[in-house]
């Protein structure tokens, strides 16, 4: 089919959008979309799918038995009304606050008496696996700055009847049919974990938009990858990559685009990646939270000797420290650069330039 | 509390961990009714500990929904919806001169980013900006969207029990006799092939 064709076609308002035009919008908004449907009771196979669910979520559950372990290791401390993450005894997750008799017998409740026609007409919800985004080689900065602002997130359509119309699925805002604990620690504890495993995802294909491209006013460039105390200023609506809490007192930044909370984000942020990272590349992740911690050392020093220092020179002070207990900085920045970067166009090629200028300026002088 | 109320780019986030929760407990161990009620919820949280659908993956829930029988709701899938805490929302508002028929996927995009998405045109709608956004993607980056407009032919050659299915883009591909798909076997596979 030409191209041009079906874009004069797509422009009409009234025509609905596809498939084509659906990957399209999780391409420039970076954003992933997952489609439910109605489809015949009968498709539904437990044993096969059961099997096919498990061969997938190896590598997720992997991936969250690291998340504890490094929860733990980071000595997270969780809300004492709330459950620490895993525990059995004081949690009440939502999938054990409903109950099961109540969704296995959701038919009998709906309709107590069925005909044999009825039986016939039953559905199961399908769910689709992600629609994912992908590396695109042309975008603009109108793009970039729609994406900037809607990356990671996961969206749910429901494909309604045999048309191609959606409506939108989303939590309910007064949703009081369950007891309030169900809204617990563990559960917002998940979500986020499951929002870091797709960014993550993200990361590693090198597809997060790096915000200081697109935004007006740059941004002051640390001297350093590790940057604790950004100036609120500069921090705009930022949420914390791990938590996504809003930036308080003592941000922390790597690397110009990565922003956490507090310490403790950034540690597990940290070991987190060391943990994705192939072996070979797992020192230089590390020598991050050592670069951390030794800012944080640098900063109490800053504090309490140098109160009326301004962050430059104190950074600069902070560089002859920093480099005794760590390798030298163009070393760590080699290491540390994003894995396999995919040339995907001049502009991405430009941008990677950008970056690069801006984290070995301090290493030049 | 509501945790979406305060971080909603987690939304979808927890509208999977609820899906989730009605899948078998697969990573646990295998599923057993009798163990689901709710004097045994407590002695029972190892195999409660919900699992994500893997991203990767498609699922179909367990749970049954009648359709025929349907009245008083939205949708047919509300009940269920219901139970888990999420709504269906119709995104089209054609009368208060919002997105109207054709506009719905564009539609339910924007309501859904709202908080983040801001128009660059405050005037304008957002759900056509988010067409015009994904046309422009297409045409100037064109070689990305070509292989979902292409039209796939087919030709099949059967040479005893192997068939040989060549595409018209090049593709080539050996298929053992009963590995085709079911709508080519259902009908003639000759006659929808042209051998």
Redesign the interface.
Known sequence: ?D?KA??AA????????????????C???K????V?K??E?Q??D?AS??E???A??R???DFFHSIIEARDTSSLILDEDSCSF?S??T?S????A???????N??M???PT?SA??????????????I?P?C?????S??RR?AS??Q???????H?GDE??????????A?D??E?SV?NRH??I???E??I??IL?LQASDQLVDLDFVEAIPMARSQTHVNIGVHRAQLGNR?CTLC?KSLFDDPVEIRGYFYFCNVQCCATWSKLRARKTPATTQQPVINLVDDTQASIKRKDEASSFQADAKPKDTSLTNDKSCTKHSPHRSEIFSRLRPRPSRPCSLTKTRHNLRKHKRLIRPVDR | MLPFNTEPALEGDYILLRFSSLLPQISCCKRNTSQYNNSSIKENQSLLMPSLIPGDSSAILPVIIPTANFRGWASPTQPLLDMVGIEEVECLTPSSGGPAAGQCQFACISTALSDSLTSLDNNSRLDLELRRLALRIIETNPTMYQDFLTTVRVSCVLFDNIYVVVHNNGFCKLLFQGWLSHEIEKSSWRTVCGY
Not at chain 1, 31 to 34: F, G, P, Q, W
Not at chain 1, 152 to 158: D, N, T
Not at chain 1, 167 to 173: G, H, M, V
């Open positions: 089919m191209i079906y874009i797509m422009s009409n308002p009234a025509c609905d959008g596809d498939a084509v035009t659906l990957q399209a919008l391409d420039a908004l954003i992933t979309v997952r439910t109605l489809v009771a498709k539904y437990e799918q059961t096919r669910l498990l997938s979520s590598s997720s559950s895993g059995s005894d949690c997750s939502y999938a054990s409903m109950s099961r008799d109540s969704v296995e959701l038919e409740r709906v309709s069925l026609q009825e039986k016939g007409a039953r559905k199961r919800l399908y769910i689709s696996h992600d994912e992908r695109l080689g042309n975008v603009d109108e793009i729609f602002s809607s990671g997130r996961l969206i749910w359509l429901s309604v191609a119309h959606y409506r939108l699925l989303r939590l309910k805002s949703f049919t369950m309030s809204f559960e917002e998940m979500a986020s499951s929002r495993q797709r995802k949420q996504l």
